[in-house]
Every structure is written in C-alpha cells, then in structure tokens.
C-alpha cells in the first residue's frame, strides 16, 4: 500500500480517484467584468421615461384586457400597477354616494380596496389551491386588470346620473351597461385564467371569479349619489 | 461503477413498479396523474363500525415507495389541498345529492366517500352570504316601490352580520357536533364519529337548498315565502338528519333525540331568523298628504 501511495497518479490507474492524492488546481469561475457594462443602467435615465414605460407596459396590458386574446403577455410581464391604479379610481367613483345616510350608505373608500384585494386573495388561493399553475402575483396581476371594464361602466353611470334624472330609464340603461361590463371582465379574465387549470376543474375555478364580479357590478349599480 | 453496457442508454422502467413495492394490497391508492383521482377500495363496502378513523401508521419505506395516501400536517399548504381534490362534477353531484336526499342516502357516505372537500362548504357559504344581502336589499326595495318616504340605500353593513351568521352556523355547530359524536363514541361502543371535515361538509352542502329558496324571497308575496322556507327546511333538515341517525341510533334514545332536534332546531333558527332580519314585511303605511305634515313640522 505504501508503495501505491508514493507512486504519483497511483491511483488513477483504476479510474477512480484515491483518498491520498491531493486535488489540486483553482475551481473559481472568473467573475465576468463586462456584464456591468451590458445591462443598460436605468438609474441615470430622466424620471419622465421611467414613468413613461411603466404606463405603456399598464396601457398595453389594457389593451389587452379589451380585447382579450389567447396572449400570455399579462402573465409573462405581471404588475400590480394596473390593478393599484384602477381599485383607487373604482374607490374614488364610489364616493359621495348618498352621504347624509350615515352608516347604511354606499361603501367607503377601504371598504371598496379591501373588497376587491381581499376578494382576488382569496380566488388566486382557491385556484393553486385546486391545482393551477399561475403564480400568487399572476393571479392578481389578471383579477385586477379584469376589473377596466367595470370601472369604465361606473364612469358612464356616473356621468348618466349627472346629466339625467334616476328614473327608470336611466335605471335600465345603467343596468344593460353594467351587466354587459361584467359579462366583459368575467369573459377577459377567464381568457387568461382558464388555460391554468386542469379541465375537469375549470367550472370550479371560474364561479368565484363570476361571484366576485357579480358582487363589485352590484356596488356599482347600487350606487346612487 | 461503469458498467458493461453503454451508460447512456435510456433504460426503460416497468410503469406499475410502485405498485408492485406497495406493502398493503387493500390500501387506498391514488395515481400520480391528477387528471383523475381514482379511489380503489379493494375491501368490502364500509359497514358501519369499519367506518372508524384507522390511526394513520407512519411507515417511512410505504410512504416513498407506494402512492400511499399519507396526511400532510395542518399547517402546510398541502394539507389543505388535499381538501380540494375534487372535480367539477363531484361537486354537481355532492350538490344535487344535497338537494334531494333520499332515505336510505347517507351523504357522507354516498357522495363524500372519505374525500370532503372545503371548497363546496366555502363558496355555497359566501354565495348565500351575498345572496341573502343582494335578495334582501332588491325585496325591501320591491315592497317600498310606492313610497315616497323611502330612500333606497345599498345596505352594506348587512352583508358582514350575514357572513358572521352563516359562517358561525358552518363552522361552529359542525364543532360541537363532532365533540359530542366523539365524547358519546367513547362511551359507547358502536358509534361511529365523522371526521370534522365530513361534519363540516355536510352542513355546507345542506346550505345550498338555501339560495334558490333566498331568490325566491325577493317576491314580496308572503305566502310563497313561508311556502319556500318550509321547503328548504325540510330538504336541509331531512340531509342533516339523515346523515347523523346512523351515526347515533345505538346510543340511549335521549341522546339521540336531543342531538337531532338540536340541529334541526339550529336549522331552524337560522332560516327563520334571516328572514326576519334581512327581508322586511310590508309595512301598513297610511298615505299621508305630505303638506300639512311639513307644516306642522316646521312650526315646531
């Protein structure tokens, strides 16, 4: 055995590497010093172009949400700029809403932001629940960007309102309008949702999604300033 | 080791292997692919006392090598997924069987068969929850559609107190149910308890007779309303009742009336009590001509 071990390269006669023969050599991997120069830095740039390019990427993405394609630019590229932007205006439209009634009247502004939030939480948990393959922030990223065309009936309600009377047939046009928006968000976000599930799952994944935009097309309707 | 052969040649493995490796031959055994979960019960259909909870043996080799239902702890995500396994017609079914039991229909063994799922008990919940909100606001609109003193007003401080009722109903009941099942199972020897979540199953499947009964409410006709509350609750007792008669007819008569009539009881309590809080009867305004009422109100 001492004999083996004096020999240099004893062992790898065997193939196969022997407990007394060092490993020697250097295993780093040179740290590459030219990728700094190839991102291109976004620190230096004018905070106008900054903001600019995360409106276009909110603006194309609702562009797709109108016109809803099998695309997957919504998940590839998720933000939650879009969904933020348009719960604050939902929010903002639902206000002054039948003040003098004190506490039975329409919701207040955390009320609408914990409704829609809260609400996406928990049907992006029941879909991984039963076993998609969208992320949390995907999932929201979708269920937010949904809600534009709900927003936009509650722009034309408003200004209905302002210009008419509530009478029934202000009622009714507000109620064709809603419902076609809800028709809309349910239809756009079960275009991205639906491919994510499992077949025999889809009608389970898709019912809260209908619940949830059922119930924020009832807020809007209901309201009356 | 290098071997003979070239050692980057695919090798083709037998596809039922693990089934050869599984240790028991009559367990449960679910295929990895979740296109279908299939339940093949190798042992006779469950009589009565085979019905009892196995302690689940934690056998390391089993749990690798076989597709062994193994449960997961609470506190992961997988505990709670495996409360989610079912399919779009499971759910259709364990509904439909809701709606309409059947004498000798156990729903927890006809339709739950050891897989309860949460997500028929939370969203039948949340949809009655809204549905009692949105038919009690339309109906007390309805019957105020003549008045002029009314101010129509989204009411939605209503919908937390009727997600604090039905949720509590749900969930609280289904707890007590179980403590007594298991506390009455220790004193006798044949009762067999459900497992919380079967309980918890059950009583939100028998809710669902609820929302088609709540829709009708909205028509402001007072006979169809008591009509439709009867309906619902016989249909809703009638699943729950049958349900838990097996699991206590060998107990002393008492006890088994007393736990019945208790949940009939609660039943009952929750179906009167929505509709007395949410729907308004119609109240016997009498027309008053609205000049003189103003006048006397601002002289004083």
Redesign the interface.
């Known amino acids: 055995m001492a004999d083996d071990a004096n020999k240099p390269f004893a062992g790898l006669a065997d193939v196969s590497i022997s407990e007394d023969i060092a490993v020697e050599g250097d295993i780093s991997v040179p740290v590459g010093s030219s990728r700094v120069d190839e991102d291109m830095s976004t620190l230096d740039e004018p905070v106008k172009e900054t903001v600019l390019r995360d409106l276009r990427a909110v603006g194309k993405k609702f562009v797709h949400v109108l016109y809803p394609k099998k695309s997957s630019a919504l998940l590839r590229d998720w933000d939650l700029w879009g969904p933020l932007l348009l719960c604050v205006t939902l929010a903002l439209l639902l206000q002054g809403g039948a003040v003098d009634q004190g506490e039975q009247g329409g919701p207040q502004f955390a009320e609408v932001f914990v409704i829609v939030w809260l609400g996406s939480v928990v049907i992006t948990l029941n879909s991984q629940l039963l076993g998609g393959t969208l992320s949390f922030f995907q999932s929201l990223c979708v269920l937010g960007y949904c809600i534009l065309p709900l927003t936009s009936s509650l722009l034309l309600c408003r200004i209905l309102l302002l210009v008419a009377n509530n009478n029934a047939v202000t009622f009714s046009v507000r109620l064709l309008v809603v419902c076609a928006s809800f028709g809309w968000s349910t239809f756009a976000s079960t275009a991205f949702l639906a491919d994510s599930q499992p077949p025999n799952r889809r009608a389970l994944v898709v019912y809260p999604v209908f619940l949830f935009y059922f119930v924020i097309g009832w807020i809007i309707l209901t309201f009356s300033p | 080791m290098?071997s003979m052969k070239d050692p980057f040649e695919f090798q083709d493995f037998d596809e039922d292997s693990g089934n050869l490796l599984e240790p028991r031959r009559d367990a449960v055994t679910i295929s990895i692919e979740?296109?279908d979960v299939k339940f093949e019960k190798k042992s006779a259909p469950p009589s009565a006392d085979a019905y009892e909870e196995d302690p689940e043996t934690s056998d390391d080799q089993a749990k690798l090598l076989s597709g062994q239902k193994k449960t997961p702890a609470f506190w992961t995500?997988e505990y709670?997924?495996k409360?989610?396994d079912?399919?779009?017609?499971h759910?259709k079914e364990r509904i439909i069987g809701s709606l309409l039991p059947w004498p000798r229909k156990n729903f927890v063994h006809t339709y739950l068969r050891r897989n309860p799922d949460l997500?028929g008990p939370f969203?039948i919940c949340?949809?009655l929850v809204?549905a009692i909100a949105?038919s009690g606001?339309i109906s007390t609109f309805l019957v105020n559609l003549g008045n002029s003193n009314y101010?129509?007003?989204?009411?939605?401080?209503k919908v937390t107190i009727a997600a604090t009722a039905i949720f509590s109903y749900a969930w609280l009941i289904p707890l007590a149910l179980w403590g007594v099942l298991l506390w009455r199972s220790n004193k006798v020897m044949n009762i067999v308890s459900y497992s919380f979540m079967e309980i918890v199953c059950v009583y939100g499947y028998s809710l669902a007779v609820y929302i088609p009964a709540v829709i009708i409410w909205i028509l402001p006709f007072a006979w169809l309303q008591w009509l439709s509350i009867l309906v619902a609750l016989c249909l809703s007792g009638s699943v729950l009742v049958l349900t838990f008669w097996p699991a206590v007819r060998d107990d002393h008569p008492k006890v088994y009336i007393t736990i019945l009539s208790t949940i009939v009881t609660f039943n009952v309590l929750l179906a009167i009590g929505c509709k007395m809080y949410f729907f308004s009867k119609p109240e016997n305004l009498p027309e008053k001509p609205p000049g003189p009422t103003v006048a006397v109100k601002l002289s004083t």
């Open positions: 290098a979740h296109e995500f709670y997924q409360l989610f079912v399919d779009t017609h759910v997500y969203w949340t949809t809204f949105i606001n101010k129509y007003t989204p009411e939605f401080r």
